[in-house]
């Protein structure tokens, strides 16, 4: 596929986030078993990643499994948990050269150990890098994720290190997982599901959105080229009216 379409340098998101749908679809269509697609989804989080360098992007979330996704069929989580050890260990070594740091969000502690020690050992490696920031949202959901920022939140009024009274938008963000990463500009889901499926709820508010029909495995740096362009075609008005943002 060639894309001619400019790009346009100075209005990159900086942070992208991307909801990888259609594995299991995908692999029925080519009358293959639903680990086939997830094993097949890594090229594409690979290729992804490299487009998303390229382009100068900071953040890239990739919602990779959600506190729901427990409920599948235990072949199907064990090989998931599986694929995810394999991947960290064969793609640690690449993202370090890139200059590419690893980090998670969601409850990892409820992750199978050795899933835990190579997530551990893999965002120590990369903990310096600058280039970009590979979020990787495991056992995540945004209500777990809000919930938990209430009870944070509770304890401290509760022990006197906050007062109600000081309660803000900046401040409830401290307390979720994405403190210091910005919201992201951009949200891209593949597979035509149009849905959020409890994805960075409290993030999204402002956030453009981009559905793809490409199941995940096909997901490729230039449907991903398309979805930043897409996105610079938006106009992000925050409640404003056109001409008070026109330059
Ligand atoms: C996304 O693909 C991967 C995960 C949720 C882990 P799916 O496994 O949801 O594939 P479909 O949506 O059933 O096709
Ligand atoms: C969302 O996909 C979660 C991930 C991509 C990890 P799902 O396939 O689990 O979402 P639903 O069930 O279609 O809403
Ligand atoms: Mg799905």
């Known amino acids: 596929m060639s894309n001619k379409l400019p790009i346009d340098k100075n209005n990159i998101p900086k942070h992208v986030a991307i909801i990888m ?3 299991g679809r995908w692999a029925k269509q080519q009358g293959q078993d639903r680990l086939f697609g997830h094993t097949s989804g890594v090229e594409s989080v690979r290729s992804t990643i490299r487009k998303a ?3 100068g992007i900071k953040f890239l979330t990739l919602y990779a499994f959600s506190t729901e996704n427990w409920n599948r069929p235990k072949d199907e989580v064990d090989a998931l948990m599986d694929l995810l050890v394999r991947s960290i260990a064969n793609e640690v070594d690449e993202l370090d050269e890139n200059d590419i740091r690893l980090v998670t969000i969601g409850d990892v502690s409820k992750l199978p150990i050795d ?3 190579s997530l551990s050992w893999a965002k120590e ?3 310096k890098n ?3 920031t590979l979020i990787l ?3 995540y959901s945004a209500r777990w994720e809000i919930i938990q920022a209430l009870k944070s939140i509770a304890f401290e009024i509760e022990h006197h290190k906050l007062m109600a009274d000081e309660l803000n938008e900046r401040v409830f963000e401290r307390f979720l997982s994405t403190k210091d990463i910005p919201d992201p500009e951009l949200l891209i889901r593949t597979s035509g599901e149009n849905r959020i499926s409890n994805f960075l709820l409290w993030q999204i508010a ?3 959105f981009h559905f793809t029909n490409v199941f995940w495995p096909e997901f490729r740096g230039e449907h991903f080229l398309q979805a930043v362009q897409d996105y610079q075609n938006r106009e992000r008005r ?3 009216v056109s001409e008070q943002i026109e330059d």
């Open 53 to 55: 360098k390229e382009l």
């Open 115 to 117: 899933c835990q020690k």
């Open 21 to 23: 749908d259609g594995n």
């Open 130 to 132: 600058k280039s970009l």
């Open 125 to 127: 490696k990369t903990k």
């Open 206 to 208: 402002y956030t453009e």
């Open 137 to 139: 949202a495991l056992n």
């Open 238 to 240: 925050f409640g404003l």
